[in-house]
């Protein structure tokens, strides 16, 4: 007979334990699906692995793929914090890419020291005005901001397309000759362009070392601030919360706003850090924001876990481009974070919960 | 006359309609036993790949190879939804992220892909494809023959679907049980029916038609696979299933409505005029947000459907 029963209270050991177990049965899960489809699973696992993290070209484009998983991680994880399900990374993000190269389009002519901020606070402008949608829907009329934000996402693509190939927007060129066979972005201007860091052999992005330090503040204001209290007791009891006189609506309004303008600046970053234009296809085919959920989840909402399973799963992400061809088995990628998850997912049972076998009782004999 | 714009608009709104139709009844059936599933794209493909799979290797006569094919589809997808099924109601896991991290695992760039990939379906033209169900003679009738004729016998069995559904939920024994486990669990629990296997059965049956709406693509609309077939139609059916206040008539009519919203640009493209595509694509997630907020306005959540237990794992200690 098993049992589950709930913790009455969750030793430290254990959130550090389940999500390392739940990497491993991902990956035993995944040898079997290669198993079956009759891969090598130690050849792939050891390309996988080589050209993730192995030498520093190989780091540093993991770098570059853990980036946007680094800001649409955060954003996950700063409202699923407070129970709010925005699933809106997605659309924040696109939102965040469209304002940023709006505004470094506008401002060309500037140093780099007044576009880069620039950028940063537009993307964050952006991100948030995108995400108060499903906020204040939730906030006054109690609609629900999971189906909202996962809506909302569909017509951020769209809004991106509709820029770039379906009309003459100020986002879209018009003048080169490439942009006459296949419809792109203006370029962006050269100020406009992110610093790279270099330490050591690796190169570090701008957005990266930016995405750290959001990941510091956030760590600050959830487990340092009165802020960051209230959101957590909301999170955990909203009952609670109301007769303590929190202000619930308030926090949903600042958490949502907080989450999309973290997700604005992960656009802002892809267009200053690594496509130099608003690129409408690259962007929607990443699916950065569905992945960032997984970030959040399989980090357990804590911004420096997300830091490091970005930089995970940025690794696998990065060599399922690399390796991307006849003799690799393609999907890979997306199968592989969805076992993660899954995995990650079943874990915050045994987080919560304990499992006792029992043996079954024998039968007492009626005398 | 049958080339009159509305009639070509409707014809293709039946036909886009109808792979919508079947994966948000699919999704009807599951949230109302509670369980939220937003894993139906990921279903839809995998149904869909696996459907074009079984079309091709299958061997025999047409017509039976189809009818294998959608079934070949419905058990693919329904084990995607078990997945879901196990990691929610056994783990209590949170349904939201556990549907999101089904369509990462077998959507667009996973287990559709890599299955696509390894069993070489893709730039291979479809062995058997659903053609029209009527003869060519009754095809060319004004009006009626686009729009109904032509179609294919997908279309024709979605309807018996939604009959179907909608005789279970209102009068049949497990329909009526099932509609208690979705909106207080508690209290059918105490009922003495089992929660645990209702919820079970439909979220694994809800998938299994979101299968079937998947090979309606492979096996029908465009006969082939590719990539990322189904282009964002279960999230599409997601919110149709709200649009149409959880009821089966209604999803029909929705499904029709926002089909017509997938066929339009084409249409409008082909005669010249040009208006942005995205405008009507746009429409039916713009329609969803503005009913979901309506409704939630209102306050009126109950009475227009929407099943109490929606979203939350049933655990007996702790109700």
Known sequence: ?367 | MNNSILVVVLASAVTYGTPLLYSALGELVAERSGVLNLGVEGMMLVGAVMGFWAVQTIPGPGPLVLILSVGVAAIAAGLMALIHAFLVITLRANQIVSGLALTIFAGAGGLSSYLGNDLNLADAPAKHAFGAFFPHGMQTLPVLGPIFFEQNALVFVAWVFVAGVAFYLARTRPGLNLKAVGESPAAADAMGINVTRYRYIHTVVGGAFAGIGGATFSLAITPQWVDGLTQGAGWIAIALVIFAFWRPALCLVGAYFFGAFAGLPFTLQARGVTIAPELFQALPYVMTILVLVTVSAAGARRRLGAPGALGTPYVREER
């Open chain 1, 1 to 367: 007979m098993i049992r589950v029963e709930r913790r009455l209270e969750q030793p430290r050991w254990l959130s550090l334990a389940v999500p390392i177990g739940s990497l491993v049965v991902a990956f035993v899960a995944m040898t079997i699906v290669l198993l079956v489809t009759g891969h090598d699973p130690f050849t792939t696992f050891r390309r996988l692995f080589d050209s993730a993290f192995l030498g520093s070209a190989e780091l540093n484009a993991t770098f570059v793929s853990a980036t946007p998983l680094l800001f649409t991680g955060l954003c996950a994880a700063v409202a699923f914090r407070m129970q709010l399900f925005n699933i809106g990374g997605e659309g924040q993000l696109y939102v965040g890419a469209i304002f940023a190269a709006a505004a470094a389009l506008l401002v060309s002519g500037v140093p780099t020291v007044v576009a880069i901020p620039v950028m940063i606070a537009m993307g964050a402008l952006g991100g948030a005005l995108f995400a108060l949608i499903p906020a204040v829907l939730r906030a006054f009329f109690k609609t629900n901001e999971i189906i909202v934000s996962l809506m909302l996402n569909y017509v951020a693509a769209l809004v991106l397309n509709y820029l770039i190939f379906d009309s003459l927007s100020y986002w879209r060129d018009t003048s080169s000759p490439e942009a006459k066979v296949f419809p792109q972005g203006k370029t962006l201007p050269d100020a406009a362009s992110w610093p790279l860091s270099h330490i050591g052999g690796l190169e570090l992005p701008f957005g990266l070392l930016l995405g750290l330090v959001i990941a510091g503040v956030v760590w600050v204001l959830y487990s340092r601030t009165r802020f960051g209290f209230e959101v957590q007791v909301i999170g955990d009891s909203p009952r609670a919360a109301s007769y303590a006189g929190m202000r619930t609506r308030r926090k949903i309004l600042a958490v949502m706003a907080l989450s999309g303008a973290i997700a604005g600046i992960g656009g802002a970053s892809q267009d200053g850090d690594v496509r130099h234009l608003l690129d409408a296809r690259g962007l929607s085919a990443a699916g950065y924001g569905y992945a960032g959920i997984v970030v959040a989840a399989l980090a357990r909402y804590n911004p420096f876990a997300v830091a490091l399973v970005a930089f995970l799963l940025g690794g696998i992400q990065n060599a399922g481009y690399t390796l991307q061809g006849a003799d690799f088995p393609s999907g890979l990628v997306g199968v592989m974070q969805g076992l993660i998850l899954f995995c990650a997912l079943g874990g915050e049972l045994l987080i919560r919960h304990r499992i006792r076998f029992e043996r079954r009782r024998p039968a007492e004999s009626v005398a």
